[in-house]
């Protein structure tokens, strides 16, 4: 893992790097060691994190969930923020296949976890990849585009996945011009 993706998570969320690890012994019942635990507890109590009889509460137990499903070992840390510009590139309409274009912010997240755990691109490629399949689409008026979680993933039918993302990625990186729009004209 990451250790400096672990850590600026763990500071983006409000936590010490002993708060946590005190939070993570309490969750998986191990004695943490060289810290002071009374304190740490202290201030995990004063952070709604675990409660008086030091057990984790509902929100330590999902800020520990959001470490374990968004620090993705050796790779990008997904954000909401990330998320929410990933998804405003997307146009605020129904598609001509009737689906919406932008889909919930929760299962944009787990296709994200899917995403990296098996392409190694950054963020600023994604959103120029995502950017280029909207602007391509937006000329032929949306028609055929896959909304964005189809964008990111999509189970074929044999059961394999496909990403079309992941495709665009490549285009950019690169440096393909095919992707932007096309204009013909028919000459008779």
């Given at each position: ?13 409000g936590?010490t ?6 939070l ?20 995990l109590i ?8 030091f057990?984790i509460?509902d ?16 790779k ?18 129904k598609l001509?296949?009737g ?7 929760k ?17 600023s ?10 602007d ?7 028609l055929?585009?896959?909304?964005s979680?189809?964008f990111i ?14 495709n665009?990625?490549?285009m ?6 095919n992707?932007?729009?096309?204009f ?5």
């Amino acid at each position: 893992m990451d250790m400096l993706q672990l850590f600026q998570y763990i500071e983006d969320n409000g936590l010490t790097p002993n708060q946590y690890y005190l939070l993570w012994s309490i969750k998986h019942k191990r004695a943490p060691k060289h810290i002071n635990n009374m304190l740490e507890k202290r201030q995990l109590i004063t952070a709604e994190l675990i409660d008086s009889s030091f057990s984790i509460t509902d929100k330590g137990n999902e800020l520990l969930s959001l470490i374990d499903t968004q620090v993705i070992p050796g790779k990008v840390v997904i954000k909401s923020f990330d998320v929410d510009q990933y998804l405003n590139l997307f146009p605020k309409i129904k598609l001509p296949s009737g689906k919406h274009a932008r889909i919930n912010k929760k299962v944009i997240t787990e296709a994200f976890n899917w995403f990296f755990k098996n392409y190694d691109y950054e963020w600023s490629i994604v959103l120029q990849a995502t950017g280029a399949y909207v602007d391509e689409y937006e000329s032929k008026n949306y028609l055929y585009m896959r909304n964005s979680q189809y964008f990111i993933r999509k189970q074929n039918s044999d059961k394999t996945w496909d990403s079309e993302l992941a495709n665009y990625c490549d285009m950019i990186i690169n440096g393909l011009d095919n992707i932007s729009p096309h204009f013909s004209e028919t000459v008779v």
